[in-house]
């Protein structure tokens, strides 16, 4: 199945995030082909100098899709994995903020792991 393709990508990368504590990847999808990936920080990078939703950090999620404007992604797929400072997989669905920033650049689809290695999809519309 290729969304079990692309989150394995995510697993080969997530170590390179430069995070301190846990560690997420996105990646933006679209057509079968990569558009963007994006590791969650301790910064504030891209287009906002500052934090516009008082997160700790800045999400993978923000970062890969601040990347684009909602019309030249709109349709992609975005794959999101999150591991723990012990290396462990930890529950990477997007938390309420970024799901609100995922509605607005109106994905086709989110997936992520959970705890147990399963395959989710995140429930988009709204």
Not at 25 to 31: A, F, T
Not at 74 to 103: F, H, M, W
Not at 106 to 125: E, P, S, T
């Amino acid at each position: 199945m290729r969304h079990e393709r692309w989150l394995s990508v995510c697993l080969r990368i997530v170590n390179r995030s430069p995070s301190t504590t846990y560690k997420h990847v996105s990646l933006l999808v679209r057509g079968g082909s990569l558009l963007a990936y994006a590791y969650n920080r301790n910064d504030r990078p891209g287009k906002l100098t500052y934090n516009p939703y008082d997160l700790k950090g800045w999400h993978s999620e923000l970062s890969v899709l601040y990347k684009f404007s909602p019309a030249d992604v709109k349709g992609a797929t975005l794959y999101t994995v999150g591991i723990t400072p012990g290396g462990n997989l930890t529950e990477s669905c997007p938390c309420p903020i970024c799901q609100d920033l995922i509605r607005q650049y109106c994905l086709k689809a989110v997936y992520y792991f959970d705890r147990d290695m399963g395959v989710r999809q995140l429930q988009i519309a709204g």
